[in-house]
């Protein structure tokens, strides 16, 4: 009847209302009932940052600090992501288009120097910083590093060049800024395209001052370094958000089968006394004090008729603690982008089962490496490079292709072997049948091929008769 009266009343919203009608019928995902009810939020994803990010993020800090698993989980894919280091090989070449070995290594061996101590606090190397830099952008969500370049008042630079970096934490971007008339949002300015301008940042932690005012910094002197899921999303969120809630109530089970194992192992004794009552004898002595000293080949004679001594018997932990610590380490894996293997320290099983495992994680880390070295790596790289360049550290001769000046091969940790013997023979078999080079087999190892080369070399010509 409501159909039909606002078929007459309102032609255009009944035909609408009619679509959705057919919409329903023909998806039942779309339809919440008691049995498949689902929460349908339509709001902005970044209103949805503004809400959560906060909290999301204090609560991945708090399992970090007190949750061994939690911690492992960012252990482990900061070692898998980052490792020892991210090895960086220039790759510029001459206008013959051969590559320039020795510009090269003069790239190399200056750009080890100043990696000695890039950090403007002097605090960390370069792979040190990396490790933090990486540790922070997963667990936050986010995190900025500030370019500090040339002679700025108060600053003294720890290396040979005018060039530092510095890591601020998303504390250090205040979530709750934003005017729109002056396109501030969440304490990022960005232009009408949508391209970012300056970043609004605190210059001391906020915990220290509540009344601090922010300070307008230059967008080309900021990495922001975010975990986004969403388009023009403005802030990043924790890796550890689609699983805080099955961490804290692992956290919180695995706590209460320990403590209730504890009590457990304490053995405790009582007396049964009888069901039809107490004897005359055991009435005049229930109000005296009785002690058993416990110890082996107890003989005891204080026990009145009718009583018994029992123990109270230990089951705990529950024997189904493991298979259930297990499922939830496994859906942990799946929503942390980890392998359950690798968080559990669970490696049973055959080479063909840890190697599918091995390389199906593999991806999932080389993506993550290579959003780290496309955002933080290269950019440190071609500032740093520039600089040399101005501040004449570096002679380019007339021979090289100024168009590979920045080029470089950038890799991370390399992938464990399961069975030495296999996977070298593997790669002899590809390298054989060209399907690969010796350099791409040296570098997926972890390893430079020009030093390998100059190693190998060096070695032969000791090895020759004189």
């Not at 049973?348 to 390389?359: D, F, I, K, M, P």
Request: proline share 5%; with cysteine; hydrophobic share 40%.
């Amino acid at each position: 009847m409501f159909d039909k009266i606002l078929t007459h009343l309102a032609p255009r919203l009944a035909c609408k209302r009619a679509q959705a009608k057919l919409m329903l019928r023909a998806y039942e995902a779309a339809q919440a009932s008691r049995l498949y009810p689902f929460k349908l939020d339509q709001s902005d994803h970044n209103a949805q940052v503004t809400r959560a990010s906060v909290s999301l993020r204090a609560q991945a800090r708090h399992l970090e600090q007190n949750h061994d698993i939690s911690s492992g989980i960012l252990d482990v894919l900061v070692h898998s992501i980052v490792g020892s280091g991210i090895s960086i090989e220039p790759q510029v070449k001459n206008l013959s288009g051969k590559l320039d070995i020795d510009f090269n290594r003069q790239l190399l061996k200056l750009f080890n120097h100043w990696t000695s101590c890039p950090c403007v606090s002097s605090q960390a190397d370069w792979h040190s910083l990396c490790r933090l830099i990486c540790r922070a952008w997963l667990r936050d969500g986010e995190v900025l590093i500030r370019f500090l370049e040339g002679r700025l008042p108060g600053l003294r630079h720890p290396s040979h060049l005018p060039f530092s970096i510095d890591i601020l934490e998303a504390d250090f971007l205040p979530m709750d800024l934003s005017n729109e008339a002056k396109n501030i949002f969440q304490g990022i300015e960005k232009d009408r395209l949508g391209q970012v301008v300056a970043y609004h940042l605190y210059s001391t932690h906020p915990d220290n001052d509540f009344q601090q005012k922010t300070t307008a910094i230059s967008a080309n002197q900021i990495i922001h370094l975010k975990l986004v899921k969403r388009c023009h999303q403005h802030r990043g969120v924790t890796l550890f958000a689609p699983v805080l809630r099955r961490l804290n109530d692992l956290k919180e089970y695995e706590d209460a089968e320990r403590i209730a194992a504890r009590v457990s192992a304490a053995m405790t004794a009582y007396i049964k006394k009888p069901k039809d009552g107490f004897s005359p004898l055991a009435m005049q002595s229930a109000n005296q004090e009785r002690h058993f000293e416990v110890q082996p080949g107890l003989f005891i004679d204080g026990l009145n008729p009718g009583e018994e001594i029992d123990t109270i018997q230990s089951n705990r932990p529950s024997a189904m603690l493991s298979e259930f610590c297990k499922s939830m380490l496994r859906a942990v894996a799946a929503g942390t982008r980890t392998s359950y293997s690798s968080i559990a320290k669970d490696y049973n099983g055959t080479y063909s089962a840890q190697r599918q495992e091995l390389v199906e994680q593999a991806a999932h880390y080389n993506v993550l490496r290579q959003e780290f070295i496309a955002s933080f790596i290269r950019p440190v790289w071609a500032r740093w490079l520039n600089l040399m360049l101005a501040a004449n550290k570096v002679q380019l001769s007339p021979s090289l292709d100024k168009g590979t000046l920045f080029d470089a091969d950038m890799q991370g940790p390399v992938i464990p072997w399961i069975d030495p013997l296999k996977e070298v023979r593997a790669d002899e078999v590809a390298v054989s049948a060209g399907f690969k080079s010796r350099s791409q087999v040296i570098r997926e190892r972890g390893g430079n091929p020009l030093m390998v080369g100059e190693q190998i070399a060096a070695e032969q010509s000791l090895e020759k008769p004189e």
